[in-house]
């Protein structure tokens, strides 16, 4: 779909995917009422995915998953991220000199300022909302990795994991604390 998007020239940046209109949609090859109106939705239910996210997703180089989030908690917003020095960045933990680096330049390009102010005229999430409360300080300066299959979402496992205190880490390290192993985890993972 982004690529016949893309093709077609409706699409050149993210920010392009919430000026389409439906009537532009039911254009596409094999669209109808429906596939529109489902498009439009999930467009809708992104603007609420929390800022942590949204800045993953951006792509800024080197900046992974856990990253985003110790720059969200850090900085609490993108305009307070887009305006630190690389000396404040590297207060971050878990940011070095190539990765705040990375940032500098990559808030240096006035396209991507451009293009994440226009996602937050599209509502996106470009700043903390309030913290859930912690429930316990049990797993500070754990780093865990979840593998395999849970009867919660893995999500959901995470968040429990940051509300006790601890960090997820998508693969063994020499920090890992703990492998939390469901159904079916990764073989290597539990060879690790």
Do not use: C, M
């Not at 998007?5 to 254009?27: E, F």
């Amino acid at each position: 779909t982004v690529e016949q998007l893309y093709n077609l020239g409706y699409v050149k940046t993210p920010a392009d995917l919430y000026d389409l209109t439906l009537p532009r949609l039911l254009t596409l090859e094999g669209w109808k009422e429906k596939s529109a109106a489902n498009f439009k939705a999930s467009l809708e239910a992104s603007k609420e995915v929390p800022f942590d996210r949204v800045l993953f997703a951006l792509g800024i180089r080197f900046v992974g998953e856990n990253t985003a989030k110790e720059l969200a908690r850090h900085f609490g917003s993108i305009d307070a991220l887009a305006s630190a020095d690389k000396e404040r960045l590297l207060e971050v933990p878990d940011v070095g000199d190539v990765i705040a680096g990375s940032l500098v330049d990559w808030f240096k390009d006035s396209r991507h300022i451009s293009e994440i102010e226009r996602l937050r005229a599209h509502g996106l999430k470009f700043a903390l909302e309030e913290q859930k409360k912690a429930l316990s300080s049990a797993l500070e300066g754990k780093t865990i990795v979840v593998s395999g299959v849970f009867s919660i979402s893995r999500d959901e496992l995470k968040a429990l994991i940051e509300r006790h205190g601890g960090k997820n880490a998508g693969s063994i390290s020499s920090k890992t604390a703990f492998l939390l192993a469901g159904d079916k985890p990764g073989p290597e993972k539990l060879k690790q």
